[in-house]
């Protein structure tokens, strides 16, 4: 039965982690998946999470399953972060699911679209997260790609993006990210998402927000610019909320999917049929992270200090772009890097060649996504030299 099994390839992100793990080098740096990483190169557990995990763990009563939407208060807490501010006036046409991590929002997302609109296509930027192409295929989508880059200028190629976001068919479905676009890190400005939004109003395709870094690229409140142009556009839409990065919970497996309808009763519709969806893929949620998040969002002092440690993590990203892109002017390397400067959240594309990449890995043990997409929140006091001279080395930066 068996003896026709191929092993599968090994996952562009994740498995880069596993070979990261495996070797010897002391020197070893990943720059590969998309974990913070404070300057002395730990993933620590936020004090805001502590705090909250502390008061759960001494009012716990019970291990009971929870509802197959998930916490009722982490639900409501999250529908209200999602539409907090100017963006509130989708609220009341909007259902809330807990979901195992924004990777789960996204499956359960597709398995609800592919139920709703079978013929529906899936489009995705180009470039993006690789993952975004197996989940919506696993759902039986078929993908197409509209322009988002462009590589030669660094930047966001807003004409022709716009462009083919103007001739998606009705009916389709667009998988945007709500900010720090992964892996290019070039994301809109707040004028574009009302652009982008007047599109889909226009053209009547289906955006599908992937909001798994709010507050890593300007600040939560300027982070919501892309769900409040939808809201704003009165458009049905979807949005996978993670509190894998932001809140620092990435194992605890924290996500939400919001499904915007065109009215309330088409969203409590919705609601039966997503339960119906989840049912069938997990049953129902983990228990854990989600009382965390549900608590750490809905109490104000953990709230105030939560938003201060993510913004020490955004600034701390900031400020490592600043060090490496003059490390790498310090030390000669050719071209102009000051573009990484500019981009937002975690990611950046470096530029480098696939060879490059390879010779990084194999020669220096420096593990970085082929395509050249470096995690810049893995640069560290302890690595930014190493990684420095290296790339000096590899790009032949005289010596
Ligand atoms: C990444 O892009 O590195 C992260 O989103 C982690 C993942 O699951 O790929």
């Not at 596993?18 to 620590?44: H, I």
């Not at 880059?149 to 004409?159: E, G, V």
């Not at 395509?371 to 032949?396: H, P, Q």
Request: glycine share 10%; proline share 7%; with cysteine.
């Amino acid at each position: 039965m068996f003896n026709t099994l191929k092993p599968a390839p090994p996952d562009p992100i994740l498995g880069l982690t596993e070979a990261w793990r495996e070797d010897p080098n002391p020197q070893k740096v990943n720059l590969g998946v998309g974990v913070y990483k404070d300057d002395g190169g730990r993933t620590p557990v936020l004090e805001a999470v502590k705090a909250a995990e502390a008061a759960l763990l001494a009012a716990e009563t019970t291990k009971t399953y929870l509802p197959i939407a998930g916490d009722p208060d982490f639900r409501r807490r999250v529908q209200a972060f999602v539409f907090e501010g100017p963006a509130e006036t989708a609220g009341p046409r909007a259902v809330t699911l807990q979901t195992p991590g924004g990777t789960g929002a996204l499956r359960v997302g597709a398995e609800f679209v592919r139920f709703a609109a079978p013929d529906a296509r899936v489009w995705l930027s180009a470039p993006t997260w690789p993952n975004h192409a197996g989940v919506f295929s696993a759902a039986g989508m078929e993908a197409s790609a509209y322009p988002w880059y462009d590589a030669a200028a660094h930047r966001l190629d807003t004409a022709e993006m716009l462009a083919a976001l103007r001739a998606v068919p009705a009916g389709d479905v667009v998988v945007l990210h709500a900010c720090c676009h992964n892996p290019s890190g070039a994301d809109p400005a707040p004028e574009q998402w009302l652009e982008i939004a007047a599109a889909a109003a226009d053209a009547g395709w289906l955006p599908f927000l992937d909001a798994a870094y709010l507050g890593f690229a300007r600040g939560l409140v300027q982070d919501r610019a892309a769900t409040e142009a939808f809201a704003a556009a009165g458009v049905p839409f979807l949005q996978a909320t993670s509190f894998s990065k932001n809140l620092a919970l990435y194992g605890e497996r924290v996500g939400a999917l919001t499904f915007v309808g065109p009215d309330e009763g088409t969203a409590a519709t919705a609601l039966s049929q997503l339960q119906r969806i989840v049912r069938v893929l997990y049953s129902n949620p983990p228990i854990h992270g989600a009382a965390v998040a549900a608590r750490v969002l809905g109490d104000r002092l953990l709230r105030a200090r939560w938003e201060e440690e993510l913004t020490a993590m955004r600034e701390r990203i900031h400020a490592v772009r600043g060090e490496l892109v003059d490390g790498l002017a310090a030390r000669g390397v050719p071209g102009d890097f000051s573009f990484l400067r500019t981009q937002q959240g975690m990611f950046s594309f470096s530029g480098l060649s696939d060879e490059a990449v390879a010779r990084l890995r194999t020669e220096k043990a420096i593990y970085i996504v082929k395509g050249g997409r470096i995690n810049v929140a893995g640069l560290t006091r302890g690595n930014l030299d190493y990684v420095c001279d290296s790339i000096a080395e590899v790009l032949g930066a005289p010596g």
